[in-house]
């Protein structure tokens, strides 16, 4: 599949389709500019570099002022970054036919092991990175043919938006003619893989990049583009993909005879999946944190500029000296000079001490109103991070205040699971696609368990009915969970099964009202509670049943050897 297959005639992709795509990507590349300076600057931001760019629009005086960088935004990111981590999901296929329970549970429990073999936590963790810094992460669902083994396996990665390129102003990025991923690749690498390109690299196509801190040299590099774009076969979409280099061509799936038909993938998407936090129209990008909050954080330094600079002014002493007075003035400078020689007369107006203007208390103010209004705008208040006020010192009403002042946070990752949700689709597709041969999996969790699965029950099935023959092809849902709990969600759970423990929700004889009364309730396990107040009802039921009789008589002999234990009499 890596290597070129040509027909006997004129490939469909050649060097005159290779230039017509350029041409597109260029066409995006200057629709995508703006967006690009966006990135670029918040970037900027993020590394508490803002004075640079506030400098390039006449802003923060001269280069001998002092430019304070307080961490005011960089918090925010911080704490919603936590947040989301906190909330790491898990996914839960559901099937949507009785027929596909089977394999939905296989599913649910080797998806996370495909996971954490694409050591998808930390893809996770980067894509929330850029999220909240530029307001959209895209994860990119590749299948990489050469792991293990050549037996190949998924691969997920966090894709860096200054390297996809797209059609100006759809907002789905399904809905875009082409799609084009650039990346900067070594020459050295190039050569060794594709010969052919001996004497062909260098030039070429432009590529946008951060502000590195570190000086990059790309002399020696060339820039690789991968073409993603549809054809249509017999109605359907198909997904193909072409990598080149300049105006060489070195892999199409049309020219593919294998894949010509067939496409990329079977599913036939572009493999990405764009999670935005703040959307916009026209654009399936958004902006971020970094947006929402550089203003104010650009004026809370600004205003710490200006603060600094006046302390400075009133700790730092500064004299008027007469032209023609007599004071040697290195001597009244050093403070360690015990003496200071003068010429002559003292006179009283030959130096004075420069009187610097007090800062009002306003300013003060206004600054600590801007710190506030960051933190009320970005939803980081401080029972976020555990701070209180008003003497609230209870654990318990810590922890309401902390879930109430949550609820942002809690929307953003409910959001975020939809984007997961695609992505756990697409892997769906490509298991479904590429694993014809048997894996082993050892499940999570499970010390010693193995499972052998393959693609069989995800192929398309026959269906025969009174009808005739229907083809289907198993389809699931998801449900998406958080893998581990805070420990305020993990602390309220608890305390719930506590409560309904005390109320004698477990005993027996009241499963009736116990019943009755979680229907009108609803919490996380219910059905387990449930399922446990009815197993003891039942427990109770068969005890009762199997229990002998009790009859006036019986009561009597009882009574009886009871008394005669009191007496010390044992009964015969």
Not at 346 to 358: E, H, K, N, V
Not at 539 to 550: H, Q, R, Y
Request: hydrophobic letters at 35%.
């Amino acid at each position: 599949m890596n290597q070129t297959i040509y027909t006997k005639t004129r490939p469909a992709i050649g060097p005159e389709e290779v230039r017509k795509a350029a041409q597109t990507l260029e066409q995006y590349r200057r629709g995508k500019k703006q967006l690009e300076q966006r990135l670029i600057e918040n970037e900027q931001f993020w590394k508490l570099r803002h004075w640079q760019e506030m400098a390039k629009r006449g802003q923060g005086g001269n280069g001998a002022d002092p430019q304070p960088t307080s961490a005011w935004l960089v918090n925010c990111i911080l704490n919603k970054h936590a947040d989301a981590m906190d909330c790491y999901p898990e996914p839960t296929v559901l099937p949507r036919e009785p027929g596909d329970a089977a394999e939905a549970e296989k599913l649910s429990r080797i998806l996370p092991v495909i996971l954490k073999r694409t050591r998808f936590r930390k893809v996770y963790a980067d894509a929330w990175w850029r999220k909240l810094k530029s307001g959209c992460a895209v994860y990119g669902v590749f299948w990489d043919g050469s792991r293990d083994g050549g037996l190949g396996e998924v691969e997920i990665r966090s894709v860096d938006l200054l390297q996809l390129y797209w059609q100006s102003g759809v907002t789905d990025i399904q809905d875009s003619p082409h799609l084009f991923v650039t990346e900067l690749v070594d020459n050295e690498a190039l050569l060794r893989r594709y010969p052919q390109l001996e004497g062909k690299l260098g030039g070429g196509h432009s590529i946008s990049r951060y502000l590195y801190d570190d000086t990059v040299d790309t002399a020696d590099k060339t820039v690789v583009v991968d073409w993603y774009y549809h054809t249509e076969q017999e109605g359907r979409k198909v997904l193909q993909y072409c990598k080149f280099v300049g105006e060489t061509v070195l892999y199409a799936s049309e020219n593919d005879e294998e894949l010509r038909d067939r496409g990329w993938y079977d599913h036939g998407r572009y493999p990405f999946v764009f999670d935005t936090l703040f959307p916009e129209e026209g654009t399936p990008c958004g902006y971020g944190y970094v947006d929402l909050c550089k203003s104010p954080q650009q004026q809370i330094d600004l205003m710490n500029q200006a603060i600094l600079k006046n302390a400075l002014a009133g700790a730092t002493p500064r004299f008027f000296i007469r032209s023609d007075g007599a004071v040697n003035e290195e001597e009244y400078a050093d403070w360690t000079q015990p003496f200071v020689h003068t010429n002559g007369n003292l006179g009283a107006d030959s130096i004075a001490p420069i009187q610097s203007s007090r800062l009002d208390g306003v300013y003060v103010a206004y600054l600590q109103n801007k710190i506030a209004e960051m933190k009320e705008t970005a939803g980081n208040r401080d029972v976020s991070s555990g701070g209180t006020s008003g003497g609230v010192t209870a654990a318990t009403a810590i922890a309401a205040l902390q879930e109430a002042g949550g609820k942002l946070s809690r929307n953003m990752i409910a959001d975020s699971y939809d984007a997961f949700s695609d992505v756990v689709t697409l892997v769906i597709e490509l298991v479904r696609q590429f694993y014809g041969l048997p894996r082993q999996f050892r499940l999570l969790g499970r010390s010693g368990a193995f499972v052998s699965y393959d693609s069989a029950g995800l192929q398309m099935q026959t269906i025969s009915d009174g009808l005739g023959q229907h083809y289907r092809v198993p389809e699931f849902d998801l449900e998406i969970e958080a893998q581990e709990e805070n420990p305020y969600k993990t602390m309220e759970h608890n305390q719930l099964a506590l409560q309904l423990y005390q109320m004698g929700f477990f005993r027996p004889e009241m499963a009736d009202q116990a019943l009755r009364c979680l229907a009108l309730m609803d919490f996380k396990n219910k059905d387990a509670v449930v399922a446990a107040i009815e197993e003891s009802a039942a427990v109770g039921t068969l005890a009762a049943v199997d229990a002998p009789a009790v009859t006036p008589a019986r009561v009597d002999a009882v009574e009886q050897v009871r008394r005669q234990v009191q007496l010390g009499v044992m009964p015969q």
